[in-house]
C-alpha cells in the first residue's frame, strides 16, 4: 500500500509517519522542507497548493496533515479545497488530521463546539476553517475520512496503543475532559487507514 503524508515534518504528521514506517507501509513524505525530515523515506518536495492530480493519483491514501501557519488559518479550508480538487475521479482516499472544534456538543447533533466558542478566542480562526474544510469534504465526491482528536490533542502524550473511538459527537468524562495523545491517534489512524471503518464519515478518537 503507497501512502503519502502531507505535512510529514509537523507534530502530528511525523507520528503519523514513525507509525506508518513502523507498520512497513510504502511511505513517501509530502513537504516544502525535506531537511526537517528524522525519517528516511521517500520525499516529494512540494507546496500543497502546487499539488497535482499526477502527483497524487499514484497513491492508495493521502494524509492530510498540513498545519496553516498563525493568522493564515483560511488555508485550513482552502488546502482541504484544493486537494478535493485535484482528487476528484481518482481512486485515492484522503484521510484528513481534522480538529474538535467540527465535533458536535449535543445529543441531536445541531450543534458544533465551534459554534459555542467566542469569535475572539484565540483558537477560533483555526476552528472554524477546520470545520469549514469538513462541511466542504461532505459535498465532494472523493472517498474521504475526517478524524477528529480529542480537544487536548497532547503531543507529549503517553503511547498506549489504546483508544477509544467515538463519531462526530464530543465525548468527555464526569469533569469535562477529553484528550488523546498524538501517539496513540497516529495509532488510531494507520488503522483506519490498513481496516477502512469510516470512508465517507467523520469520527474521532479518545484515550
Request: hydrophobic residues 40%; without cysteine.
Amino acid at each position: 500500500m503507497k501512502i503519502a503524508i502531507i505535512g510529514a515534518t509537523g507534530r502530528a504528521g511525523g507520528f503519523i509517519l514513525k507509525e506508518a514506517l513502523a507498520r512497513g507501509l510504502e511511505v513517501t513524505a509530502i513537504v516544502r522542507h525535506p531537511e526537517k525530515l528524522t525519517e528516511d523515506v521517500p520525499v516529494l518536495a512540494k507546496d500543497l497548493f502546487a499539488l497535482t492530480t499526477n502527483d497524487l493519483e499514484k497513491f492508495d491514501v493521502v494524509v492530510d496533515a498540513f498545519n496553516a501557519p498563525n493568522g493564515k488559518e483560511e488555508l485550513h479550508e482552502k488546502s482541504v479545497d484544493h486537494l478535493v480538487q485535484i482528487l476528484t475521479g481518482t481512486k485515492t482516499r484522503l484521510i484528513v488530521v481534522g480538529g474538535a472544534s467540527s465535533l458536535f456538543i449535543n445529543q441531536e447533533k445541531t450543534i458544533r463546539m465551534i459554534e459555542q466558542v467566542p469569535k475572539d478566542a484565540p483558537f477560533y480562526p483555526v476552528g472554524f476553517y477546520m470545520t469549514q474544510s469538513l462541511l466542504d469534504l461532505k459535498k465532494s465526491t472523493v472517498d474521504w475520512t475526517y478524524l477528529s482528536p480529542a480537544l487536548y490533542f497532547n503531543p507529549n502524550g503517553e503511547k498506549t496503543g489504546k483508544y477509544r473511538v467515538s463519531d462526530d459527537f464530543l465525548v468527555t468524562d464526569e469533569r469535562g475532559r477529553s484528550e488523546i495523545s498524538m501517539a496513540d491517534y497516529a495509532i488510531a489512524l494507520v488503522d483506519e487507514i490498513q481496516q477502512p471503518k469510516h470512508q465517507q464519515k467523520h469520527f474521532s478518537v479518545l484515550k
